[in-house]
């Protein structure tokens, strides 16, 4: 079983800036790509931010210029440094890894998701 913590949400002001974290854990043998989704008002996720093992990037055009996401490898851990926040951004960000197991099958898992406020 893999168990995704995250952490780093809040209430910011338009402006403000805020820095997510997602830690991956359990029957890992390695990732191929973890990444952040927003959970939306509609029926599926929509992707933010991804980024692969080798560190190849992927970023919705919305938060280019303004997000930056980076992994930390030997932590199976990823962020998302959020800068320039929005109101528009105020959404529950929610971390997934994309890994293969011990048993050499591949999974995908979500986190619990982590609340982003930006208001004034």
């Known amino acids: 079983q893999v168990q995704l913590v995250e952490s780093g949400g809040g209430l910011v002001q338009p402006g403000g800036s805020l820095r997510l974290s997602c830690a991956a854990s359990?029957?890992?043998?390695?990732?191929?790509?973890m990444g952040w989704y927003r959970q939306g008002s509609g029926k599926e996720r929509v992707l933010v931010a991804t980024i692969t093992s080798g560190g190849s990037t992927n970023y919705a055009d919305s938060v280019k210029g303004r997000f930056t996401i980076s992994r930390d490898n030997a932590k199976n851990t990823v962020y998302l440094q959020m800068n320039s926040l929005k109101p528009e951004d105020t959404d529950v960000y929610v971390c997934n890894v994309y890994f293969r197991t011990i048993s050499r099958t591949y999974q995908s898992a979500w986190g619990q998701g982590t609340q982003v406020t930006v208001s004034s």
């Open positions: 359990g029957s890992i043998f390695s990732i191929n790509a």
